[in-house]
């Protein structure tokens, strides 16, 4: 990631969960969020009728290739998200697509010239990134591991799934922070 980009994320988070009237130490509901923004979500079940081939898929066998996608209408945008995963995993879904939109990510090809999906490393690792800081600020993971909080219990609480607290727990050196804090106070 660029650099001061982590940072950059830390700023926004405050900034967006400020707006929101949310604590750093609350959950973030992603739906509260994109309705803040302006940016209509829709649940793939929303489209079952119309194209009920590829939402049989999706819901289905190929599950695992379709999380959420942001559409580009002129300068608006839409989010269409797979409800067939689980409440945590729609939550980072629907936020990484918010993400973009918080950083303002320009819409990109949907295919390369040869067919093949068009993928940014870099605005995808941002946007996970930022995701992450959202949904579970360093401030709620350091208070997860000072509280002595199973993780299971505390992605609940979040609204995330227990990948995404541990992730965070992990990145954000909470145990390390904790240790450390504890260490000075004795």
Known sequence: MRRGFKTEAKWIAKQTRGELRIGMTD?????????????????LSEFQESAEQAYRYL???????????????GNRRLIVHNDSHSPG??????CHELAHGLLLHKPTPTFDDQGCRYWS???????????????????????VVRRG????RAA????????????????SGARKRVKRFS????
Do not use: Y
């Open 27 to 43: 959950p973030l509901n992603p739906w509260d969020l994109a309705e803040l923004l302006e940016i209509p979500v829709f649940r």
């Open 59 to 73: 819901s289905g066998s190929g599950r695992a290739v379709f999380s959420a996608v942001t559409v580009f209408w």
């Open 89 to 94: 995993r729609q939550a980072s879904n629907v």
């Open 121 to 143: 490393k870099e605005i995808e690792d941002e946007a996970n990134w930022l995701s992450g800081v959202l949904l579970v600020p360093d401030e709620a993971a350091i208070s």
């Open 149 to 152: 909080i199973d993780p299971a």
């Open 156 to 171: 609940h609480f979040f609204g995330v799934s227990v990948r995404m607290m541990k992730f965070r727990i992990n990145v």
């Open 183 to 186: 260490r000075v106070i004795r």
